[in-house]
């Protein structure tokens, strides 16, 4: 959704921005062939000098948009498969917290799959909070921390893409 919203914000700016560029320009050209039919040669040259330097400046605004829009799909597509990564880390931990809070036995086959996937993700915070046992049933304070860290982190990654997507056009 968000990622929809930045690209309906992205299109909807840059459209704006061309329909205000290609009014003034309307504006300048009438003014300019008014004003023309009175100038000299050498006013005229340098009335066309000035419109070909407009030109370009014009075809090189429209370039740096384009790759402004560019560099936007790239940050969203990213954005994607980051959320995809950390939905998945998500998943893993929380069906490590559910296994260990019903008490899941640690010589079953679909325990033990779930344990190896999320090894890595939870070697860090393993036995950073002690984690209090009830009988086979055990409270992974660590685990919950660990899904809130992944989520900060999952924050942190996300701004820094949406900081490369948008150009800052205001101090």
């Known amino acids: 959704m968000q990622d929809q919203n930045l690209a309906f914000d992205e299109s909807r700016r840059i459209s704006q921005y061309e329909q205000a560029k290609d009014s003034a320009r309307a504006k300048a050209q009438q003014e300019i062939s008014r004003q ?3 100038l000299t040669t050498d006013e005229r040259s340098e009335v066309a000098e000035v419109g070909e330097r407009l030109r370009r400046k014009s075809v090189n605004e429209m370039a740096e948009t384009d790759q402004e829009v560019e560099r936007a799909r790239f ?3 990213v954005s994607q498969v980051v959320d995809y990564i950390f939905y998945l880390i ?3 931990i929380s069906l490590e917290i559910l296994l260990d809070l019903m008490g899941a036995r640690d010589n079953n086959g679909f325990r ?8 890595p993700f939870l ?4 036995s950073l909070i002690p984690d209090p046992n009830f009988g086979r049933v055990e409270i992974r304070l660590s685990y919950i921390f660990a ?3 992944y989520f900060l982190l999952h924050l942190a990654i996300n701004g820094l893409l949406r900081l490369m ?3 800052k056009t205001a101090v």
């Open 36 to 38: 023309t039919t009175n």
């Open 75 to 77: 940050a969203a597509r």
């Open 90 to 92: 998500y998943g893993l």
């Open 112 to 119: 033990s799959f779930i344990d190896m996937l999320s090894a």
């Open 123 to 126: 070697a860090p915070f393993k």
């Open 147 to 149: 899904l809130f860290a």
């Open 165 to 167: 997507a948008h150009r």
